[in-house]
């Protein structure tokens, strides 16, 4: 079905207009699609507007006491307009609650439809593709549905330390125990450090006092990044997580006014043997840092 060719030539205009002159999704006042369009007379405008939403290539909003009016893209509209009548309803609501999803018995309250319908319409909807079953961290026995082409939010999810809604403990001890080291590695002086070695104490592994150049958080989130010990994607949020971990556990501190970390004296990463243990307390029992 090819909507357009349903639409009068000034309906066509408008869409387009609507569809080019603004990112997709914008919402258009009244007022912003009278000076798109340049079309004064309000009567015919509506008219334009209310031929474009029997197709439903353009869909009508309220935002406070203002109605809006927004452009559907026609692949959208088509997929809708070939629904039956229950299917489109149950749809606009899931389609409505955007990345947080809406859970199967708010579809019934809202659509008043009966439980058997709405499941028929539900299995219909997933069979096509254009929903998905999601899980809830926090309603983790709700059946949510959201559109197949959105990404769950964070809430819905619980971000990057849960899988399948369960917290991955695994991944975490991982990855404190690699950010532990990454910071513990730049925390002590090596022999290359050729530039401070006038400055450190024979037999004292520890930078001098007014040592400037321990690793940030920046630094510290892109070795995570371009280290590829994980493919999942993390923000400098989930790192500055990981390393309040560390810093209550006693393994690092924050220097520098909390600009900069380094590693406490002693701390070792909690998945080394005791051999490795006893290697890093070696290292460290030369002297505390100056």
């Known amino acids: 079905m090819h909507l357009l060719e349903n639409l009068s030539q000034p309906a066509q205009a408008m869409y387009n207009k609507m569809m080019n002159s603004m990112p997709e999704g914008h919402i258009y006042s009244q007022i912003e699609l009278t000076e798109l369009v340049g079309i004064s007379d309000p009567l015919r405008l509506m008219g334009l507007i209310q031929e474009t939403m029997n197709m439903g290539l353009v869909k009508m909003l ?32 899931i389609e409505s609650s ?9 579809i019934k309250a809202k659509t008043n439809l009966h439980q058997s319908v ?8 997933e069979s096509k593709r254009y929903i998905k079953n999601i899980k809830s961290v926090k309603y983790p026995t709700r059946k949510i549905y959201m559109l197949a082409s959105l990404q769950p939010s964070i809430d819905v999810t619980g971000g990057p330390w849960f899988t399948d809604s369960e917290l991955d403990t695994e991944f975490i001890s991982s990855l404190l125990s690699i950010v532990f080291r990454y910071v513990m590695s730049e925390s ?3 022999e290359d450090d050729k530039a401070l070695k006038e400055e450190i104490v024979y037999d004292q592994l520890s930078y001098p006092a007014n040592y ?8 510290i989130h892109e070795f995570v990044h371009t280290s590829g010990i994980t493919t999942v994607e993390l923000a400098q949020s989930d790192i500055k997580a990981l390393l309040d971990v560390l810093i209550y556990d006693g393994k690092i501190e924050t220097i520098d006014h ?4 380094r590693a406490i004296l002693g701390a070792t990463a909690d998945d080394e043997t005791s051999a490795e243990a006893s290697e890093y307390d070696s290292i460290w029992s030369y002297g505390p840092f100056l």
């Open 62 to 93: 309220q935002q406070g006491d203002e109605l809006c009016y927004q452009a559907i893209k026609k692949e959208d509209a088509e997929k809708i307009q070939a629904m039956t009548k229950d299917e489109a309803m149950v749809y606009s609501y």
């Open 98 to 106: 955007g990345t947080e999803g809406i859970w199967t018995k708010t």
């Open 118 to 125: 709405v499941q028929r319409c539900l299995k219909s909807l």
């Open 188 to 190: 002590i002086p090596t």
């Open 212 to 219: 400037s150049a321990y690793p940030t958080i920046t630094q």
């Open 258 to 261: 909390g600009m900069t970390y």
